[in-house]
């Protein structure tokens, strides 16, 4: 298959959304509880998901290159924002360096009532930023962002300066 800005596009937009639903994935079927940092994490995916889904639409209608190339640009910026989230959260998680005042306590149990649903609500802290929910292959799930990041952003520029494609 010859390589092309569409492929390209393509290629960003399934990436993207697979990064996205696994780690969704993870967290609604694992039970894995984001903290506040992964959920920051995911921010500049959710932009990045509908501009590799313009660039595909615009290449495939065979819009001038100049605008596909801006876009799937524009995703490589996204995944480095995402990249150096996930390096802070990584450093926060190794304590390297402080994290957020705002993140981190224990989650308050299941409720029995109404009324204990409210208290638990007020009382109910995300998990904290500080400890990684697990670890696999030595890196949590912010080293792991960190790379596929890197990886997709490399691509994305690689492509994005490409002159000679369709």
């Known amino acids: 298959?010859?390589?092309?800005?569409?492929?390209?596009?393509?290629?960003l937009f399934l990436a993207t959304s697979a990064a996205i639903l696994t780690v969704l994935g993870f967290q609604h079927i694992g039970g894995y509880i984001p903290c506040k940092l992964c959920l920051e994490q995911r921010q500049p995916y959710y932009l990045a998901i509908p501009v590799?889904?313009?660039?595909?639409?615009?290449?495939?209608?065979g819009a001038p290159t100049w605008m596909t190339r801006a876009l799937i640009a524009i995703v490589g910026l996204l995944?480095?924002?995402?990249?150096?989230?996930g390096v802070y959260h990584s450093g926060v998680e190794w304590a390297w360096w402080p994290g957020p005042t705002?993140?981190?306590?224990?989650?308050?149990?299941?409720s029995k009532s109404a009324g204990d649903l409210?208290?638990?609500l007020a009382k109910t802290h995300p998990p904290s930023c500080a400890e990684a929910a697990g670890r696999f292959l030595g890196l949590s799930f912010a080293g792991w962002n960190v790379l596929a990041s890197?990886?997709?952003a490399v691509f994305a520029f690689a492509?994005?300066?490409?002159?000679?494609?369709?």
């Open 1 to 11: 298959m010859r390589i092309t800005h569409l492929n390209a596009a393509l290629l």
């Open 118 to 120: 409210f208290d638990s």
């Open 102 to 110: 705002d993140c981190g306590g224990p989650l308050a149990g299941p």
């Open 159 to 166: 492509a994005a300066a490409r002159r000679d494609w369709n």
């Open 150 to 152: 890197l990886a997709m």
């Open 52 to 61: 590799a889904a313009l660039a595909v639409i615009l290449a495939y209608r």
């Open 79 to 85: 995944l480095l924002w995402t990249m150096a989230l």
